[in-house]
């Protein structure tokens, strides 16, 4: 089955404390991103990645970094996060070609 | 910079009476078009695209959307709802050719259909 996945799902921790999401796709896609949902505000983009080991800043990048070391595989990280970073966070994947985006199952993340 | 505007952020509806969520964008080139879907708890999914041809789109679960040039609008309508489409409608745009990474979002209209 075709989908994008992330782990964890639900994530609490504390200011400072270095975490990893991940997120993999097994559709080829090149195009990745991640997005952080906030009540009234909608997505916005965090960052971006066209293809293996290129990488790029979204609308709302601070407090935050990517890798992209393998096609299926687009972790984001938390080196010090703050509780302005609680959040519901997707990830997503496109084709080159292609103008859909298939979503994450969605990571909810409370900093305290 | 293209942006969205979705026009209500929430929207009550009797259930099996009509809908319209509304969209307006904002660009000064030709752009694609899109409605997503987030059921509670769930992750996005693509309700209908516009990209060319047709100015009437059709979706899934009895959605469609019309895209309207001269008023940069894309709302989406339904004409009988039902409890099962109470969930919260993103409008989205991107430019062609730049790759669907480059998606701007609306803020999201919430519609809830009450027995």
């Known amino acids: 089955e075709a989908q994008v996945t992330q782990n964890p799902r639900y994530l609490i921790t504390v200011t400072g404390k270095k975490l990893t999401v991940t997120c993999s796709q097994n559709?080829?896609?090149?195009?990745m991103s991640w997005y952080r949902q906030d009540p009234g505000l909608g997505l916005r983009q965090i960052y971006y990645?066209?293809?293996?080991?290129?990488?790029d800043k979204g609308d709302v990048p601070e407090g935050y970094k990517v890798s992209r070391k393998e096609k299926r595989n687009f972790p984001l990280i938390l080196e010090s996060p703050s509780p302005n970073q609680t959040s519901l966070y997707f990830c997503?994947?496109?084709?080159?070609?292609?103008?859909?985006?298939?979503f994450g199952p969605g990571t909810r993340l409370l900093v305290l | 910079a293209q942006s969205v505007t979705q026009l209500d952020s929430q929207v009550p509806v009797f259930e099996e009476a009509p809908v319209e969520l509304r969209c307006n964008y904002s660009?000064?080139?030709?752009?694609?078009l899109f409605w997503y879907v987030q059921y509670p708890n769930q992750g996005l999914q693509l309700l209908l695209k516009?990209?060319?041809?047709?100015?009437l789109v059709k979706g899934i679960n009895g959605f469609e959307a019309e895209f309207n040039k001269s008023q940069t609008s894309f709302h989406l309508r339904k004409p009988s709802v039902h409890i099962s489409d109470t969930a919260e409608y993103f409008c989205?745009?991107?430019?062609?050719?730049?790759?669907?990474?480059?998606?701007?979002f609306g803020k999201g209209t919430k519609l809830s259909v009450i027995p």
């Open positions: 990645s066209m293809n293996v080991e290129v990488t």
């Open positions: 559709m080829n896609h090149e195009y």
């Open positions: 660009s000064s080139v030709s752009v694609y």
């Open positions: 516009y990209l060319s041809g047709s100015t």
């Open positions: 989205a745009v991107t430019l062609p050719g730049a790759g669907s990474y480059q998606l701007t």
């Open positions: 997503a994947s496109s084709s080159t070609n292609g103008e859909t985006q298939y």
